[in-house]
Nanobody, 121 residues
Framework: QVQLVESGGGLVQAGGSLRLSCAAS????????MGWYRQAPGKERELVAT???????NYADSVKGRFTISRDNAKNTMYLQMNSLKPEDTAVYYC???????????????WGQGTQVTVSS
């Protein structure tokens, strides 16, 4: 079993910053790409940013220049530094990871339970 746990969400005023963390634990053999997604009320889940095991990153246009994704492979932890937050960034933020569990012959996609980010105007 592999678990992903997000933390760091909360309420912040527009223009403020938050740092989200996503810690993977359990029977992990390897983790490849990891990513952050978000889902606002009444909307579909959307990509925020992704990062490969080698550190290559990709961002949604709406967050470029404001958000920074990073990871610590030794700790199996991923981060999302969010600056200059806007009310439209309000959503539940989810992390995911593509990897292989111990004694598994195939890769899996794991998801966290989500953390709420609310940006007030």
């Amino acid at each position: 079993q592999v678990q992903l746990v997000e933390s760091g969400g909360g309420l912040v005023q527009a223009g403020g910053s938050l740092r989200l963390s996503c810690a993977a634990s359990g029977s992990i053999f390897s983790i490849n790409a990891m990513g952050w997604y978000r889902q606002a009320p009444g909307k579909e889940r959307e990509l925020v940013a992704t990062i490969t095991s080698g550190g290559s990153t990709n961002y949604a246009d709406s967050v470029k220049g404001r958000f920074t994704i990073s990871r610590d492979n030794a700790k199996n932890t991923m981060y999302l530094q969010m600056n200059s937050l806007k009310p439209e960034d309000t959503a539940v933020y989810y992390c995911n990871a593509n990897g292989r569990a111990l004694f598994s012959g195939s890769t899996s996609l794991w998801w966290g339970q989500g953390t709420q980010v609310t940006v007030s105007s």
